[in-house]
């Protein structure tokens, strides 16, 4: 069946515009997660989601960076006036929801590679 | 604080021999551990997961994990590498929703 998708894939901007960066998870799944990955490191967590319930945003680097789901499927990761420290892949993830003591995986998207110029 | 550590940025093997990739966690109560594969240009891939239950660990494409309690680890082995194994592996320790990872190791199979 089909992954998770991001798009779009590759995403060049100058320093100062805003960014939209699309997520669509994986059918059935309730939960999505964003995270950023800098060349070389492990991925670390933006913002994730239950439903369109946005359970935890503590990873969010400063208040330019924003996320929402609004019916509960594609999520959209927002960064406003963009700066070249922002330049990293951004992934989403997303899994069926907990339950009880059943953790499931969380599977990821291909990444969205965004640089700023 | 959770962390998740991988002591070695590159493990070097030949064909046909075993692997190991070591991982050590810090947290506070049950761990809940994972292991992820990335191929350039590629997503990251599950490999497997240490939820409750046996130590040995048992994932895809031949690799299985074993946790340690009493050392914190979870180590990631395979009996016989491939080439095709080459790639760079991530540990991940979960945390109330969120994954936490580690820096990753680039594993180097040699023919």
């Known amino acids: 069946g089909a992954g998770v998708s991001q798009s779009p894939r590759y995403k060049v901007t100058k320093r100062g515009q805003d960014v939209a960066l699309r997520c669509d998870p994986i059918?059935?799944?309730?939960?999505l997660y964003w995270y950023r990955q800098a060349l070389g490191q492990g991925p670390e967590f933006l913002t994730y989601?239950?439903?369109?319930?946005?359970?935890?945003k503590s990873g969010l680097p400063n208040d330019r960076f924003s996320a929402e789901r609004p019916e509960g499927s594609i999520s959209t990761l927002t960064i406003q006036r963009t700066e070249q420290r922002d330049s990293a892949m951004y992934r989403c993830?997303?899994?069926?929801?907990?339950?009880?003591?059943?953790?499931?995986?969380?599977?990821f998207g291909p990444g969205t590679r965004l640089t700023v110029t | 604080a959770q962390s998740v550590a991988q002591p070695e940025d590159q493990v070097n093997v030949a064909e046909g021999n075993p692997l190991t990739v070591k991982c050590t966690y810090s947290?506070?109560?049950?761990?809940?551990l994972f292991w992820y594969v990335q191929y350039p240009n590629r997503g990251l891939q599950f490999l497997l997961k240490?939820?409750?239950?046996?130590?040995l660990v048992k994932g895809s494409y031949g690799f299985e994990a074993e946790f340690n309690k009493s050392q914190t680890s979870f180590h990631l082995k395979k009996p016989s590498a491939l080439v095709s194994d080459s790639a760079l592996y991530f540990c991940?320790?979960?945390?109330?929703?969120?994954?936490?990872f580690g820096q990753g190791t680039t594993l180097q199979v040699k023919p």
């Open positions: 993830a997303s899994s069926l929801i907990i339950e009880g003591d059943i953790f499931y995986e969380q599977y």
């Open positions: 991940a320790v979960r945390l109330t929703g969120k994954l936490i």
């Open positions: 059918s059935g799944h309730v939960s």
């Open positions: 240490y939820i409750t239950g046996d130590n």
């Open positions: 989601f239950n439903y369109e319930a946005q359970q935890d």
């Open positions: 947290v506070s109560g049950n761990p809940y």
